[in-house]
C-alpha cells in the first residue's frame, strides 16, 4: 500500500512539471519568436511601402496604424494572436497578399501587443480581418481565409 502510494505521488509530481513546462514553452521564447516574425516591427513602420519619402517617421504604432488606414487605398488589417492556430495558418496567404498587391495597404497587428489599437474595433476572435478605405471601416471578417478568400474581399472593395 506505501509503495502505492509513493508511486502515485512521484507520477503526479511529474505530470505538474511537465504540465508546467510545457506551458511556459507555449508562453516563453517559441512564441516570442513567433511573435517577431509576424507582427508589424518598428524598423518596418518606418520603411513601408505605403509611407512616401515626405512622410517623417512616426512616433508610435498606433500612429503608423492611423496614418495607414486614412488613406484612400484599401487597407487590410490581420488582427492575430501568436497562440491563434488559425492565426499562424493563416499568415503566409496575409504575407502574401501583401507582397502581390501594390495597391493595397496590408497591415498585421498583434492584438494582444497592441491592445490599445485592437480595442477600439471591439474584435469578437481572432484572426479578424478589417477592412479600411480613407480611415473608415468597410467590411470585415472573423475567422480563418486562404489566400482567395481574403482576395475575395479586396476584389470586391477595391
Excluded: H
Excluded at 78 to 106: H, L, Q
Excluded at 143 to 149: A, L, N, P, R, V
Aim: a negative charge; charged letters at 25%.
Amino acid at each position: 500500500m506505501k509503495r502505492s502510494f509513493l508511486n502515485i505521488k512521484s507520477t503526479f509530481i511529474w505530470v505538474v512539471l511537465g504540465t508546467t513546462l510545457f506551458l511556459g514553452a507555449c508562453n516563453g521564447t517559441a512564441a516570442d519568436s513567433e511573435n517577431g516574425a509576424s507582427e508589424v516591427d518598428a524598423a518596418e513602420t518606418t520603411t513601408s511601402e505605403s509611407m512616401t519619402e515626405e512622410t517623417e517617421p512616426v512616433a508610435s504604432m498606433g500612429e503608423y496604424f492611423d496614418n495607414t488606414i486614412a488613406d484612400s487605398k484599401l487597407t487590410v488589417v490581420d488582427f492575430y494572436t501568436t497562440w491563434c492556430g488559425p492565426c499562424k495558418r493563416m499568415d503566409p496567404f496575409v504575407k502574401e497578399v501583401k507582397a502581390e498587391n501594390s495597391d493595397i495597404n496590408v497591415l498585421q497587428v498583434d492584438a494582444e501587443a497592441y491592445v490599445e489599437i485592437s480595442e477600439r474595433y471591439k474584435l469578437e476572435g481572432y484572426p479578424t480581418l478589417i477592412f479600411f478605405k480613407d480611415g473608415q471601416v468597410v467590411d470585415r471578417a472573423l475567422g480563418y481565409m486562404d489566400k482567395e478568400g481574403i482576395m475575395q474581399y479586396v476584389d470586391r472593395l477595391k
